[in-house]
């Protein structure tokens, strides 16, 4: 059963277009990720968000930013797409740190 | 390089054999959490299994901590098991964060 909601499934888009993806989680947790999976499905961490404060960014281009409002949700933003963001972008939350993640069904970009 | 080695690639099986997937990482571990994902579909956590062993219906999951390995036993396999297995290793120097594996590719044949 999904509770991390993540709006749009897809976008097509060009390049130097920004993009805004969406992600809610209902489980009342207080810890919010986002993760790129790329053409060869390996997942990597981009951000983490424990009670609306950044506490990971792994070395992700400044064109990207996380947006929080609250602690249900953690948004992205990406300024200027470029052909290396096609991928599937997955939202995930956790109850707290070291705790297990639930993720959201994912947001596929391509950027042609 | 690469914390996280996950074996095999991918597997065929025929439906009610059994399947054991391998997990091996290089670096001090704080946790290890197990997913599963449908064909372009979302993950799912099977098990956060920091060491031991657990047990979820026909899924069962071993950490080991010493041998820096986890491992997936799937038993009596269903066609509806197949999709792609993740390990996901949190590091003890960097919480919070996930490493995962490039998964197996598990394929149940009827």
């Known amino acids: 059963e999904t509770a991390v909601f993540q709006t749009p499934n897809y976008h097509v888009t060009q390049v130097g277009n920004e993009v805004s993806f969406n992600c809610k989680q209902t489980?009342?947790?207080?810890?919010m990720y986002w993760y790129k999976q790329d053409s060869k499905k390996l997942l990597k961490i981009m951000f983490s968000?424990?009670?609306?404060?950044?506490?990971v960014n792994e070395t992700v281009p400044r064109r990207f930013s996380p947006q929080s409002s609250d602690k249900a949700h953690l948004n992205l933003r990406i300024k200027s797409v470029e052909p290396e963001d096609s991928a599937v972008y997955l939202c995930?939350?956790?109850?707290?740190?070291?705790?297990?993640?639930?993720f959201g069904h994912g947001t596929k970009l391509s950027v042609l | 390089g690469q914390q996280v080695q996950q074996s095999p690639a991918s597997l065929v099986l025929q439906e009610g054999e059994n399947a054991e997937l391998q997990c091996n990482f290089s670096?001090?571990?704080?946790?290890m959490q197990w997913f599963y994902q449908r064909p372009g579909g979302s993950l799912v956590s099977l098990f956060y299994?920091?060491?031991g062993t657990k047990h979820s219906g026909r899924l069962t999951s071993t950490t080991v901590i010493k041998e820096r390995r986890s491992s997936l036993h799937i038993s009596s396999s269903q066609t509806t098991d197949s999709g792609t297995y993740l390990c996901?290793?949190?590091?003890?120097?960097?919480?919070?964060?996930?490493?995962f594996g490039s998964g197996t590719k598990l394929t149940v044949e009827p």
């Open positions: 995930a939350s956790s109850r707290g740190l070291n705790e297990r993640l639930f």
């Open positions: 489980l009342g947790h207080d810890t």
């Open positions: 968000y424990n009670n609306k404060q950044l506490i």
């Open positions: 670096t001090s571990l704080n946790s």
């Open positions: 299994n920091p060491s």
């Open positions: 996901a290793l949190e590091r003890r120097s960097n919480y919070n964060v996930l490493y």
